[in-house]
T-cell receptor, first 114, second 113 residues
Framework: DTAVSQTPKYLVTQMGNDKSIKCEQN?????MYWYKQDSKKFLKIMFS???????INETVPNRFSPKSPDKAHLNLHINSLELGDSAVYFC?????????????FGNGTRLTVT | GNSVTQMEGPVTLSEEAFLTINCTYT??????LFWYVQYPGEGLQLLLK?????DKGSNKGFEATYRKETTSFHLEKGSVQVSDSAVYFC????????????FGSGTRLQVQP
């Protein structure tokens, strides 16, 4: 069984559209994250949730809205997509908020905005 | 502020060569340190970690030692294989309650047969 699964794997869409990426973890972890990886492989934290509570909300346009219906799921909705949103988005989870708790990553969603 | 700096790639080696990828960090306290590996088309996988000074993390022949005095966590492997070709990320994490991993920019390793 995949520990952290996100769908879809690929997403191609036009500017101005609204899209969602779903993430689920079956590890029983308390904490989930969204990271954005740009074309140069740089990883930047976007959001994190702990037990469904928003913990980190970095400088991200408010077109991006995370939703955590339960602690096993963290979805990412993006409104009015722009060309600059093209990237790979990774979902991750960790046992809890302790610093030595490693992150487990999904395989990523490659978003291409045309 | 908190940041992680790692050597730019790509690093190109022949099979069985010795590997070092340098990583240094800045932090206001004592972070936990990690190395992650990303194979093509996949997500990041934890390679090894160290949570306090002088700890050595090791896995699959890779090693890294937490050096507080030089704020470094260099990744080493004695004999690389073609299958080690990937992007390697150094990262740290603080016990701040808001914690998230802060990643370096990644170093691409290419191992040639």
């Amino acid at each position: 069984d995949t520990a952290v699964s996100q769908t879809p794997k690929y997403l191609v869409t036009q500017m101005g559209n609204d899209k969602s990426i779903k993430c689920e973890q079956n590890l029983g972890h308390d904490t989930m994250y969204w990271y954005k990886q740009d074309s140069k492989k740089f990883l930047k934290i976007m959001f994190s949730y702990n037990n469904k509570e928003l913990i980190i909300n970095e400088t991200v346009p408010n077109r991006f809205s995370p939703k955590s219906p339960d602690k096993a799921h963290l979805n990412l909705h993006i409104n009015s997509l722009e060309l600059g949103d093209s990237a790979v988005y990774f979902c991750a989870s960790s046992q809890d908020l302790r610093s030595n708790s490693p992150l487990h990553f999904g395989n990523g969603t490659r978003l291409t905005v045309t | 502020g908190n940041s992680v700096t790692q050597m730019e790639g790509p690093v190109t080696l022949s099979e069985e060569a010795f590997l070092t990828i340098n990583c240094t960090y800045t932090a206001t306290g004592y972070p936990s340190l990690f190395w992650y590996v990303q194979y093509p088309g996949e997500g990041l996988q934890l390679l090894l970690k160290a949570t306090k000074a002088d700890d050595k993390g090791s896995n699959k022949g890779f090693e890294a030692t937490y050096r507080k005095e030089t704020t470094s966590f260099h990744l080493e492997k004695g004999s690389v294989q073609v299958s080690d070709s990937a992007v390697y990320f150094c990262a740290h994490s603080m016990d701040t309650g808001r914690r998230a991993l802060t990643f370096g920019s990644g170093t691409r390793l290419q191992v040639q047969p």
